[in-house]
């Protein structure tokens, strides 16, 4: 049980273009999801935490106009990257956390790579 | 953004050796938890910790959360090939589910 998936695993896209990332809990509903991003051979950086029906929190630094996240249901999250350029190309990695579930628990996706040219 | 501190960066083995990586904080933290991510998926929780001084075996795996709640470690007892992979520890405040990541360990073990 608790899994998360995630679509595309990978993307590649021109510059200027903007890319949609899906997070889905499979069998679990998640009051909250999350999204991180990981640079290559770098550690998870939290970019916003997103909770069913209300707006996402960012974290200090993150562009909210550019990095768009929806939490429309309580199985699905979606981060759109807007205007993408090549140093938006990173891994994409979201977590849920279980709705009743205890606090610290978050079930992570494979990760989505986005390449821009 | 706010890292931990993670040591060692990388580790290079043979088989049957027994591993340690810690994990400094400058701030307290009410949970620690340690993952493991292989290349190109998502990191994998193999243990979690909620207690200052609680320590918690997962197999050949044993954490410790540290007695200032600062800091942790993770021992790999025996090492096989399969353990290769990056090792990374996370901090948890509790006051929201937010998670903080070390730096990682790189771990290279050789047959």
């Known amino acids: 049980g608790a899994v998360v998936s995630q679509h595309p695993s990978r993307v590649i896209c021109k510059s200027g273009t903007s890319v949609k990332i899906e997070c889905r809990s499979l069998?679990?509903?998640?009051?909250?999801m999350f999204w991180y991003r990981q640079f290559p051979k770098k550690s998870l950086m939290l970019m916003a935490t997103?909770?069913?029906?209300?707006?996402?929190?960012?974290e200090q630094g993150v562009e909210k106009d550019k990095f768009l996240i929806n939490h429309a249901s309580l199985t699905l999250s979606t981060l759109t990257v807007t205007s993408a350029h090549p140093e938006d190309s990173s891994f994409y990695i979201c977590?849920?956390?279980?709705?009743?579930?205890?606090?610290?628990?978050?079930?992570f996706g494979p990760g989505t790579r986005l390449t821009v040219l | 953004g706010q890292q931990l501190n993670q040591s060692p960066q990388s580790m290079f083995i043979q088989e049957g050796e027994d591993v340690s990586m810690n994990c400094t904080s400058s701030?307290?933290?009410?949970?620690w938890l340690w993952y493991k991510q292989d290349p190109g998926e998502g990191p994998v929780l193999l243990i979690a910790?909620?207690?200052?001084?609680e320590l918690t075996s997962n197999g050949r795996l044993t954490a410790q959360f540290g007695i200032t709640r600062k800091d942790s470690f993770l021992n790999i007892s025996a090492s096989i090939p399969s353990d290769v992979g990056i090792y990374f520890c996370?901090?948890?405040?509790?006051?929201?589910?937010?998670?903080?990541f070390g730096t990682g360990t790189l771990l290279a073990v050789q047959p």
């Open positions: 977590s849920a956390s279980p709705l009743g579930g205890a606090t610290d628990t978050q079930y």
């Open positions: 069998d679990f509903q998640a009051t909250t």
């Open positions: 997103s909770n069913e029906g209300s707006k996402a929190t960012y």
């Open positions: 701030s307290i933290f009410n949970t």
């Open positions: 910790l909620y207690k200052a001084g």
């Open positions: 996370a901090g948890q405040s509790g006051a929201t589910n937010k998670l903080i």
